[in-house]
């Protein structure tokens, strides 16, 4: 009977001219080896580009896609920074986009992540048209609607604040995304 994937396969060591060697000891390997290889895919099962085998901790698995991050922290930020995060060389595209500060007396910061492929100098595209109000102190702003998530290959992704109100030391950003296939 298979073990895997619900539980590891217990096997017994076998020593040479001691033990007997049985045909039900090589075909629980097979099994167990079969288990794994349907759980791992060949040919038009294998996941498609970009998803990753992730474990749960404890034990199970599944294909998922393969979701990197990238963030930057701003200290006392005062609502007009336009400050460089990273350059894509490949397309991705944003899935999420977190945001918290630290201060006090209600603090608020405006701010919005854009792109160009060509020109860092230039407008860009808004990931969030009209940028995003963060207010949240403990446990961050989510963004998960964008009217422009798609980011081409070869751009530079960049942040700007607009409006800062209240007392603020720091607002953190992390942007996750997907690269695309």
């Known amino acids: 009977m298979v073990a895997f994937p619900t539980s590891i396969k217990t096997f017994t060591e076998k020593e040479d001219n001691v033990d007997t060697v049985l045909a039900a000891h090589v075909n629980d390997i097979q099994v167990e080896v079969v288990a794994t290889e349907l759980k791992i895919g ?32 701003i200290e006392n930020p005062d609502g007009s920074e336009d400050i460089s995060m990273f350059f894509a060389n490949e397309a991705i595209t944003i899935t999420e986009i977190r945001a918290v500060l630290i201060g006090a007396s209600t603090p ?27 207010t949240s102190v403990t ?18 992704v960049w ?21 695309d296939s």
């Open 42 to 73: 060949t040919g038009s099962s294998t996941p498609a580009d970009g998803k990753v085998m992730r474990g749960s901790g404890a034990g199970a698995s599944s294909w998922e896609d393969d979701i990197q991050s990238k963030s930057i922290t």
């Open 108 to 134: 608020s910061v405006t701010w919005t992540i854009r792109h160009n492929a060509t020109d860092r100098s230039a407008g860009g595209s808004e990931v969030v048209t009209g940028g995003t109000v963060t």
């Open 139 to 156: 446990g961050g702003d989510d963004v998960t609607s964008f009217n422009d998530a798609t980011i081409p290959a070869d751009s530079f």
């Open 159 to 179: 942040l700007e604040t607009t409006a800062k109100s209240g007392t603020v030391t720091e607002l953190q950003l992390t942007i996750y995304f997907t690269k």
